[in-house]
């Protein structure tokens, strides 16, 4: 029973896992102006407007894909959340060739990942839970392979405020197979040892 008991709660903590919609509230913010983004904000100005909009969609559909790489998945609610992180730039428009091209010139980057992001205009705050939203386009590098899979990163709330991804493409590398040291891991990211450590104690907790 034991072996059961710790296989069933370890395949609960890697479904928690893949879900990253985080509905804890994040407040504290003092309501000063964030800086603003480049992309469209779909109108009215709601969660619902920015996931269902079809000029979004459309520049995630038309995007090119662009020379060397291999398009992973398109028109995504999602951002990815693979292994090897390698930052990210703000774009001025949904441009997969100059996302790529950034994405070149680091030797370690492997795929890429842009996408819109709904953002608030200001701080978040008891004074202002809910505040006009802006749109990034955010052009994110990868030193792993991005996947449909490993893009289940679907927002989260600040206050009242609803951080929602939109548009979300990927691509990889042609000449990428996965870095060794990320993919091989299985759960061996950060967010897995937070679920995996209070795991681990709740089986010693129900166990003589």
Not at 81 to 89: C, H
Not at 93 to 118: V, W
Not at 133 to 144: E, P
């Amino acid at each position: 029973m034991r072996p059961f008991c710790f296989l069933a709660l370890l395949g609960a903590s890697v479904l928690v896992r893949a879900h990253k919609f985080d509905l804890g509230k994040r407040s504290g913010g003092d309501c000063s102006a964030m800086p603003k983004g480049k992309g469209p904000v779909p109108s009215p100005d709601s969660p619902y407007a920015f996931l269902n909009s079809e000029e979004l969609a459309s520049a995630a559909n038309k995007a090119p894909t662009p020379s060397g790489y291999k398009q992973s998945f398109k028109n995504l609610h999602a951002s990815t959340t693979a292994n090897g992180y390698l930052g990210y730039v703000a774009l001025d428009s949904y441009d997969t060739t100059l996302c790529a091209s950034k994405c070149d010139e680091q030797e370690s980057c492997q795929a890429i990942n842009i996408f819109f992001e709904r953002n608030p205009t200001l701080q978040v705050g008891s004074e202002c839970p809910n505040p006009p939203s802006t749109t990034y386009i955010k052009c994110v590098f990868w030193g792993d392979l991005v996947t449909k899979d490993n893009t289940n990163n679907t927002g989260y709330t600040n206050n009242a405020f609803l951080v929602v991804a939109a548009g979300s493409n990927g691509y990889n590398n042609q000449t990428a197979k996965g870095v060794e040291g990320f993919a091989s891991k299985g759960l061996s990211t950060p967010g897995a040892a937070l679920l995996v450590v209070p795991l681990l104690a709740m089986i010693l907790a129900i166990l003589p």
